[in-house]
């Protein structure tokens, strides 16, 4: 058992489910832990698919949200996952540092100009003109992902969701663009299980934790809190474009 990477999956996961911005913490330690980065991107994406799904099934059992709002999610993500994956190859990775640099930044500037509210109605739908921004952000997610957490809570808090139901879509989203991208990577042989497998112990350990802190967590302090993540990743992408 790879130790380390199964405390790099917790807390990784953990910072994740509850505000995004987990790859801040785990693609760095793994690249420093010695992996080669597409090889990293592969375990991540096994990992987040079992950590993911676990957190989402807590909310989805503790009634924050019913399966038939969020079914519509699955053509749009999956779909979003393996473009992400089969451009892998030929997207360099600064390109796509800089589209995350821009999307992070415009959310935040969004957040602080468009204060989001709080819905009051469980069942919000999503509205048409999400679609596309659900395939971006798992053709980003398949291809790189640190951010894309952080991007999809913004979305889902733009549109009215309370913060565990932004939580609970973000986890299911985040689930099914994984499961299209670990297959074209599995399938590609870029799959190490060794590395894999205990990164996803981890993970699922740092995602149970995680949304069991969140409950606790008011709304208008989970906008700061991912606020400051969002600050963190910007300053990180900003470091690697610079480097």
């Given amino acids: 058992m790879e130790w380390p990477l199964l405390f790099i999956g917790a807390i990784t996961s953990f910072l994740g489910t509850f505000a995004g911005g987990g790859g801040l913490i785990g693609?760095?330690?793994?690249?420093?832990?010695?992996?080669?980065?597409?090889?990293?991107?592969?375990?991540?994406?096994?990992?987040?698919?079992?950590?993911?799904?676990?957190?989402?099934?807590?909310?989805l059992k503790s009634d924050e949200l019913k399966m038939k709002e969020v079914i519509k999610i699955i053509p749009f993500a999956l779909a979003g996952g393996?473009?992400?994956?089969?451009?892998?190859?030929?997207?360099?990775?600064?390109?796509?540092?800089?589209?995350?640099?821009?999307?992070l930044a415009f959310a935040l500037?969004?957040?602080?100009?468009?204060?989001?509210?709080?819905?009051?109605?469980?069942?919000?739908?999503?509205?048409?003109?999400?679609?596309?921004?659900?395939?971006?952000?798992?053709?980003?997610?398949?291809?790189?992902?640190?951010?894309?957490?952080?991007?999809?809570?913004?979305?889902?808090?733009q549109i009215g969701l309370s913060y565990l139901q932004s939580i609970a879509y973000t986890r299911f989203q985040t689930f099914i663009s994984c499961i299209g991208a670990f297959t074209m990577y599995l399938s590609a042989g870029l799959v190490s299980f060794k590395v894999a497998i205990p990164l996803a112990i981890g993970s699922l350990i740092g995602a149970q934790l995680s949304v069991r802190t969140a409950k606790h967590i008011s709304f208008a302090s989970a906008k700061w809190i991912i606020r400051g993540v969002t600050l963190l990743l910007i300053g990180q992408i900003v470091y690697q474009l610079i480097q």
């Fill in 27 to 59: 693609m760095p330690a793994m690249i420093l832990y010695g992996l080669p980065i597409h090889q990293i991107i592969a375990a991540t994406k096994f990992s987040n698919t079992i950590s993911s799904f676990s957190s989402f099934f807590f909310f």
């Fill in 82 to 103: 393996i473009t992400g994956a089969l451009l892998a190859g030929a997207i360099p990775e600064k390109f796509m540092n800089g589209i995350a640099l821009i999307l």
């Fill in 109 to 157: 500037l969004l957040s602080l100009i468009k204060n989001p509210q709080k819905n009051s109605h469980q069942s919000s739908k999503l509205p048409a003109k999400s679609f596309p921004m659900i395939f971006g952000i798992g053709a980003y997610d398949g291809l790189f992902g640190p951010g894309q957490a952080t991007l999809s809570m913004y979305m889902y808090f």
